[in-house]
């Protein structure tokens, strides 16, 4: 099981398929759509900065940019992109639950439109999560 702590550096893998929550490199972020890639392909970065929020919940931002977060702006429909952390509707802050079983981690939010939970689907196009 991952104890997440705060400042280190993690890969969000989905064990299924072990595919990789990553963005291209070359994409221009605040802004860029998350997707899930092979571990392997150096065309996109997989490693983000846990950072610990009160309420128990985290951040996950680009490394050495600590200001640009997993989330989403509004509502969640158009998928998880790297966002400037702070605008209003930002949503970057989630809940880190450990289970039992295939899905080792849950990472979610609570938004007015219900909750949001991560997943990485197989081959899913940008922005899938």
Known sequence: ???????C???VVNMSNHLLLAYGIHQEI??????????????????FKAISCPGNKWKFAVVDKSNLCV?????????LQ???D????CHTEWAVDHKSGPSLVEIH?????????????????PGAV
């Open 1 to 7: 099981m991952v104890e997440l702590k705060d400042g």
């Open 9 to 11: 550096v993690y890969r």
């Open 30 to 47: 605040p802004g860029c759509w998350l997707t899930a890639q092979p571990y392997a392909d150096r065309r996109y970065e997989s490693q």
């Open 71 to 79: 989330g989403f702006q509004g509502c969640v429909s158009g998928g």
């Open 82 to 84: 790297i966002i400037e």
């Open 86 to 89: 702070g605008g209003e509707g």
């Open 109 to 125: 939010t609570n938004t007015d439109n219900g909750e949001v939970c991560w997943t990485v689907p197989y081959m899913g196009p």
